[in-house]
């Protein structure tokens, strides 16, 4: 059985921090892509960052990028997304992505979602 159990989410200050963690089961997790979105009220859901399953190169979304790291520990199937200096802005639900595309299909498994708030 696929999971996907994301984690860290809360309640922080502007210009705070979290940590959110994925925690991936019922698949092989070092080769799939794995990706965080993130949802606010009345919006669409976006990319936020992603990280390959080869080498790790990482891409960010432009309003995250110097403030969020993506990172993966394939040893213990987790991938994480440290956020710095938080915005009001970045209040969304996040979701954790795992994708792997292979020539003849594709598999994509979501997380159920985390709450971040960031209010003073």
């Known amino acids: 059985q696929v999971q996907l159990v994301e984690s860290g989410g809360g309640l922080v200050q502007p210009g705070g921090s979290l940590r959110l963690s994925c925690a991936a089961s019922g698949f092989t997790f070092s080769r799939y892509v794995m990706s965080w979105y993130r949802q606010a009220p009345g919006k669409e859901r976006e990319l936020v960052a992603r990280?390959?399953?080869?080498?790790?190169?990482?891409d960010y979304t432009d309003s995250v990028k110097g403030r969020f790291t993506i990172s993966r520990d394939n040893a213990k199937r987790t991938v994480y997304l440290q956020m710095n200096n938080l915005k009001p802005e970045d209040t969304a639900v996040y979701y954790c992505n795992a994708v792997l595309r292979l020539e003849w299909d594709e598999y994509n498994y979501w997380g159920q979602g985390t709450q971040v708030t960031v209010s003073s």
């Open positions: 990280i390959t399953n080869i080498g790790g190169s990482t």
